[in-house]
């Protein structure tokens, strides 16, 4: 199987053509290939194929090969594969995910998409459609009990279900151990990610992130968005904020007249190769 490797704030993904190729037993092969001893290493595995309704598809799974619905870093790197690869020569696209239609903006330098601009759409805020169980409108620095301690979550869908923790310094954040204990508790029903986040100030945020079915990750995308939504609503920030996550950095940008979220932050090519599957 030939693959590229690529990233995004060092949310790392294999990437396969399938406009051209057919892979059996994905899960398996997603676990495979992301093993980061026995594999090439990666948060997952995401497959680009053609699409009728957009000009392309992303088809992504996480690294214990379960499916994805979106993911923001991989999204900007599937435009910078198809245009780097002469696939098309667009500098706008629309690509198809499990959460609908994006559109998106490349920033071209010397033939090569450096940065790209991501229509996120709209937050999700109602809990059923997170989803997440509860009889409110919307949660808001809602109590949830972890182990024995309370927590105040505050939940939004950016295509993912999200919980988003308020904390005073992230680095101080037990993830490995608190991060499946929100992942698996009985108010998510479709588990979740969760979110610990730390205002810098009005502007600037810094995050991480632990993704269901992947663990921590050095960054998300539908994360950034989704934490940054969860500051407007608690007045921490204002609509345009930097994130600072641990693979590098995101700009988020929400237009209230809209009700969309844009996403902009780079796409790396990291190498190319050829596995056995």
Known sequence: MKFTKMQGCGNDYVYVDCTKNVIDRIPETAIKVSDRHFGIGADGLILIRTSETADFMMDMYNNDGSKG????????????YVYDNG????KQLRIETLSGIKELDLTIENGKVTYVTVNMGAPITKPSLIPVISDKEILIKEPITIGDQVYDITCVSMGNPHAIVFVEDTNAVPIETLGPKFDFHKIFPERVNTEFV????????????????????LACGTGSCASVIACILNGFTENEVTVSLLGGELKIRYE????????????VTVFNGEIEI
């Open 198 to 217: 730390q205002v810098v100030d009005r502007n600037h945020i810094q995050m991480r992130v632990w993704e269901r079915g992947s663990g921590e990750t």
């Open 87 to 90: 696939m098309t020569d667009k």
């Open 256 to 267: 209230e007249e809209q009700n969309t979220v844009f996403m902009t932050g780079p796409a």
């Open 69 to 80: 619905k979106m993911c923001g870093n991989g999204i900007r790197c599937v435009a910078k």
